[in-house]
Every structure is written in C-alpha cells, then in structure tokens.
T-cell receptor
C-alpha cells in the first residue's frame, strides 16, 4: 500500500513569491495535517483538515493557508514568502475515527528553500 | 498547553551498547505519547506509541518506552544499538481529545559509532 505522498520533493523560491505544496493521504485516511520543520528543530503544527474543514490551526500567520479536496488530498499555500519560511514541510494523514485514538503517518516532506 | 522536552540534543554511543533517550512532557489533560524516527533527508516514521493500557510499549526493531505518569516521562530505550539506528528521534504528545495536533520535542540525534 502506498504511504503518504508529497510533491514536489524540493522547491526553490525567492522572497515575495507564492508556493503550493501537495499531499495525498494513505488510502482510507480522511484527516490531513501539515507541519513545518525548520533545520535542527522538531516539527511545528500548522493545520489539520478533516472532511474538507479546518479542524485546528497552529501559531502561523495568515500567509499560510490550506484546503482539502473531496478525495482527501490537500494543498498548503504560502504567500509572500520570507527567508524564514525555508523548511521541510511535512504532511501527515490519519483515520480520524471519532472516539478512538488516532495515529498520524508522515510523508517524506517537501524541502522549500527561499532565497 | 502541552510541551515536550527532550533532555539531550545528541547522544553518542558505541555499537552494541545500551541507550536511553529521555523525554519529559507537561500537560494538564490526558495525553497520548509517541516516538518518531527521522533518517537523513526523510520524513518521520512512527517508532512506537502509548495510548492506554500497559505502560511499557515496544517496537518491532528492539526499542521500548515506558510511560511514567508520576514523572511525566516517556523515555526511549534499546539494550543494544546498531549502526543503522543512527538517526534523529522525536518525542511527541497529543491531547487524547484532539489527536490531530502533535506537539514535538526538539529531537535527539543518536550517533552510533563502530
């Protein structure tokens, strides 16, 4: 079975540009979460989406947005890129079964470099 | 709010020696606990998790972790490490009422030397 997939693998942008990152969850998983991992640090929670609705948001500016599609895939958008947005962006999917513990499974990430 | 502290940023150890990676958390509510491993230039892989029940949980590759509620710890141990265990290890916590948001520690780099 395919795991979580993310595209592109690497991306180089300049300050002020916009970027879109894509994520396909494990088959059957309905929840997608996004994390930012700056070099040398642990991942930081950005968003969680379930059934196309935002279920949680971390402490990130409004330049960060996301959406989930009917097939449960997701996009993360970042506007007006700053040098500090350079990071590995991780997508995680989970079943999100109500009343049951959930476990998140991560994709390989998209490495974003802002010059 | 929850927080996770990994007490060691780097742990060097010789092959076949035992190792312990320390993790402490703070939370005022019930939580689930996780250890993830990250190999160079890869995403995170789930190593093991504590949801409920037995406080000692094990992974398929010889790691184990023990949930200690009184000490709010979830230390990771392995009795004999291999070169292939060299990686970054992250401890994470989520509220049991909202498992969609993981709070991660800063990570511990395990360096296994021959």
């Amino acid at each position: 079975d395919a795991g979580v997939t993310q595209s592109p693998t690497h991306l180089i942008k300049t300050r002020g540009q916009h970027v879109t990152l894509r994520c396909s969850p494990i088959s059957g998983h309905k929840s997608v979460s996004w994390y930012q991992q700056v070099l040398g640090q642990g991942p930081q929670f950005i968003f969680q989406y379930y059934e196309k609705e935002e279920r949680g948001r971390g402490n990130f500016p409004d330049r960060f947005s996301a959406r989930q599609f009917p097939n449960y895939s997701s996009e993360l958008n970042v506007n007006a890129l700053l040098l500090g947005d350079s990071a590995l962006y991780l997508c995680a999917s989970s079943l999100f079964t109500s009343g049951s513990p959930d476990t998140q499974y991560f994709g390989p990430g998209t490495r974003l470099t802002v010059l | 709010a929850q927080s996770v502290t990994q007490l060691d940023s780097q742990v060097p150890v010789f092959e076949e020696a035992p190792v312990e990676l320390r993790c402490n958390y703070s939370s005022s509510v019930s939580v689930y606990l996780f250890w993830y491993v990250q190999y160079p230039n890869q995403g995170l892989q789930l190593l093991l998790k504590y949801l409920s029940g037995s406080t000692l949980v094990e992974s398929i590759n010889g790691f184990e972790a023990e949930f200690n509620k009184s000490q709010t710890s979830f230390h990771l141990r392995k009795p004999s490490v291999h070169i292939s265990d060299t990686a970054e290890y992250f401890c994470a916590v989520s509220k049991s009422s909202n498992t969609g948001k993981l709070i991660f520690g800063q990570g511990t780099t395990l360096q296994v030397k021959p």
